[in-house]
Structures are given as structure tokens and as C-alpha cells.
């Protein structure tokens, strides 16, 4: 399926939707990451149908099959003033034409880049630096997703719930999300989860909705972590990206830092790249938990991220006759020894899950 975006790009999305039931069904908008299609998240769509969700993937404008340029007759927009809540400002003519983009994007360009990632001669903030000058175009590509998903343009509308929204993003996708999910006042999503985001510091708007983060420990091809933790069980031994969960945390808004053990930045995507599967269906497991409690309205659904053993339902698309990876694993066998994975639901603190259980407040 395909809409216009608010430059006049024609942009590609991919819809998924449960088999069996009768709408509508809690809704979610995926934002891919920066450079690759919306092909390599088709295992957040499947899993989440599975589990009675509607969900729409899309490539944003300048990769995958959406247009790179907008019409030229929507090209002098000017300066373009994003929603209050946001307090961001966008310059210049049109999304699609921004030279970094260019040069992060192609092909050639971004092998360049990984190398130089990998060899350690790219500075990590430099790396969020550029992706950042990106984001206008994966923020405006998740408001402009959501508002044709509840349009009557839309052939699907009838199976959208538009009072149970969430958000999930990847990588630049992952930043997207927190904007979106927490500064968007048309749409009111009721969750967001964000995986593997680049940045370091806070937010950028005020926390509102509750945001499950999920980090990988090994940062694989956007900024390795270069210091390995003398003593995992540390307090002081915080993952780079912690500072986001803590501000949640200060505003008393429900909140989930998860690190699956020895993942990376690809474990979130089906890309060919290394990567563990394991990786993936842990994140499947926390995120279907995260938004059957706070999008589809299950009370008891966090207690999966607590439970001793994860059950044989977390990848229920897994493929082959046998039980799935994951099943009999323990919560503590799929998170970090070396980053703790925290939550802060209800007020209450839950501090390490990889070392302790926690009982989680069933509040509604």
C-alpha cells in the first residue's frame, strides 16, 4: 500500500493483521531504521498479528520502495514548525535532499561508514550526530504513517482501534518513536518501545507515555562500547544509553530498560548480518509483553518479564516443528551479566533483572 507524506513522496508501507477475530484491534506503527527496508522488520508485523495486533511497517522517505524526492511543486515548503511539544524546528526545502542523508544512505557511502565504525575511527557521537541531522524525516514518517492509518483512506480503517495506538522504532526508527510516541497530541498513542536507539542523553520531550527501551550490549555497527565492565554486577556498570530510562524514571512514567545478552544492533532486524535469533525472540517476548499491558489494556501481561521461565508462546512463529529457543530459558539467561535491566512500573523500582526476580504492581 502506498500514501502521500507531507512533501508529496509517495510512501510504501506494508499492513499486517490477524487471521482470526473480529476488529478492531490495538494498532501499531513501526518506524524502521535508517538505510534498510521496512522487509527487515517483517517479524515485528508477524509477531504482533499473532498476538491480535494491527500493524504497519513502512520505508521511510529516501529508501527502501518510498519515493527519495517529493514532486517538485511541493519542494519550497520553507520552514516548517513542528508540533509545540516537540520544540524542534525543521529547515529547509524539502526532506530528501539533505547532502548527510546522501551520503549515509547510498550504498557505497554507508560500507565506508560501517568499516570505519567497526575499525573504532568513528567517534560515537559523531555517528548520533549524523543520524539526528536524519530524523525529520522518520519523525514526520510516523506522524504522517498514523494519520493515514486512521484516515479514511485507509481500505483497512475498520480494523484500526484508534483509542489503542503504540509506536515501535529501531535504531534512527527507535528515536522516532520516543518523539513520536511521547510528544504526538493528535494521535495519543498509549506505548512506545524503542530498540537499540543511538542516543546518550535525555529524551528531547517531556516523558508521557509508558516507553520500554531496549539496548543492545555489543552496539555492532553504530558505535561499539570500547570499555568492557570490570565488575557486571556493579552499580556503577550503566549502559551508554541509560540516561533516557532515568528521565522516565524522574517523571514518574512507567518505564523499561532491557539489555539481551550478547545481542547487537542487527539482533532487532531479520538481516543477514551476524546476529542471534535468540536476540530477536527475547525482544519479541519483552515487546508483545509491553504492549498487551499498556496498548491492548492486559493488566497482567508484565508478568512474563518477570516470570522465572519464559514460556514456549514468547516466538510463536519460530520456524520448525520443535518448541521454540526460548522456551525454558530464564528471564536471567536472556538479559546482560554485564548491563543491569531495569523496570519502574507503578512507582515501584524492579533493579536488575538478570540477578533478582520482582513482584510488579497489577494496576489498570
Known amino acids: 500500500m502506498t500514501w502521500e507524506n507531507r512533501y508529496g513522496a509517495t510512501i510504501s508501507g506494508r499492513l499486517y493483521g490477524p487471521r482470526t477475530g473480529r476488529g478492531p484491534f490495538p494498532t501499531v506503527v513501526m518506524v524502521s531504521g535508517a538505510g534498510v527496508a521496512k522487509e527487515l522488520y517483517h517479524w515485528v508485523g508477524e509477531d504482533l498479528a499473532e498476538h491480535g495486533y494491527v500493524v504497519l511497517t513502512f520505508d521511510p522517505q529516501g529508501q527502501g520502495a518510498s519515493d527519495a524526492d517529493p514532486a517538485p511543486e511541493y519542494c519550497e515548503p520553507g520552514e516548517w514548525q513542528r508540533p509545540q511539544e516537540l520544540g524542534l524546528i525543521e529547515q529547509g526545502s524539502c526532506a530528501g535532499q539533505d547532502p548527510a542523508d546522501s551520503a549515509v544512505t547510498s550504498t557505497t557511502e554507508q560500507v565506508q561508514f560501517i568499516a570505519e565504525a567497526r575499525a573504532g575511527r568513528v567517534d560515537p557521537e559523531t555517528i548520533a550526530g549524523t543520524y539526528r541531522a536524519l530524523a525529520p524525516r522518520f519523525i514526520f514518517g510516523a506522524f504522517d504513517a498514523a494519520s493515514w492509518l486512521l484516515s479514511a483512506a485507509d481500505p483497512w480503517r475498520g480494523m484500526v482501534d484508534a483509542g489503542r495506538l503504540g509506536v515501535v522504532g529501531h535504531s534512527l526508527g527507535s528515536y522516532a518513536a520516543n518523539m513520536v510516541g511521547?510528544?504526538?497530541?493528535?494521535?495519543?498513542?498509549?506505548?512506545?518501545?524503542?530498540?537499540?536507539?543511538?542516543?546518550?542523553?535525555?529524551?528531547?520531550?517531556?516523558?508521557?507515555?509508558?516507553?520500554?527501551?531496549?539496548?543492545?550490549?555489543?552496539?555492532?555497527?553504530?558505535?561499539?562500547?570500547?570499555?568492557?565492565?570490570?565488575?557486571?554486577?556493579?552499580?556503577?556498570?550503566?549502559?551508554?544509553?541509560?540516561?533516557?530510562?532515568?528521565?522516565?524514571?524522574?517523571?514518574?512514567?512507567?518505564?523499561?530498560?532491557?539489555?539481551?545478552?550478547?545481542?547487537?544492533?542487527?539482533?532487532?532486524?531479520?538481516?543477514?548480518?551476524?546476529?542471534?535469533?535468540?536476540?530477536?525472540?527475547?525482544?519479541?517476548?519483552?515487546?508483545?509483553?509491553?504492549?498487551?499491558?499498556?496498548?491492548?489494556?492486559?493488566?497482567?501481561?508484565?508478568?512474563?518479564?518477570?516470570?522465572?521461565?519464559?514460556?514456549?508462546?514468547?516466538?510463536?512463529?519460530?520456524?520448525?516443528?520443535?518448541?521454540?529457543?526460548?522456551?525454558?530459558?530464564?528471564?536471567?539467561?536472556?538479559?546482560?551479566?554485564?548491563?543491569?535491566?531495569?523496570?519502574?512500573?507503578?512507582?515501584?523500582?524492579?533493579?536488575?533483572?538478570?540477578?533478582?526476580?520482582?513482584?510488579?504492581?497489577?494496576?489498570?
Open 182 to 364: 511521547n510528544g504526538d497530541p493528535r494521535h495519543r498513542f498509549r506505548a512506545a518501545v524503542a530498540m537499540d536507539a543511538f542516543y546518550a542523553d535525555d529524551l528531547g520531550v517531556r516523558p508521557r507515555v509508558p516507553t520500554l527501551m531496549m539496548q543492545s550490549e555489543q552496539e555492532t555497527l553504530i558505535g561499539p562500547h570500547l570499555e568492557v565492565p570490570t565488575d557486571p554486577r556493579s552499580p556503577t556498570t550503566l549502559h551508554p544509553t541509560r540516561a533516557t530510562w532515568q528521565a522516565f524514571r524522574r517523571s514518574d512514567v512507567d518505564a523499561g530498560f532491557l539489555v539481551p545478552a550478547a545481542s547487537n544492533h542487527q539482533d532487532f532486524t531479520d538481516s543477514a548480518q551476524p546476529a542471534s535469533f535468540l536476540g530477536q525472540r527475547t525482544a519479541s517476548l519483552a515487546m508483545t509483553a509491553w504492549l498487551d499491558r499498556y496498548v491492548a489494556g492486559r493488566p497482567r501481561a508484565l508478568a512474563r518479564l518477570v516470570a522465572p521461565v519464559a514460556g514456549p508462546s514468547a516466538d510463536r512463529s519460530s520456524i520448525g516443528t520443535g518448541a521454540p529457543m526460548i522456551a525454558g530459558r530464564t528471564l536471567a539467561e536472556l538479559l546482560s551479566f554485564n548491563y543491569p535491566s531495569d523496570l519502574w512500573v507503578g512507582g515501584r523500582l524492579c533493579p536488575d533483572l538478570q540477578a533478582q526476580r520482582c513482584r510488579l504492581p497489577a494496576r489498570p
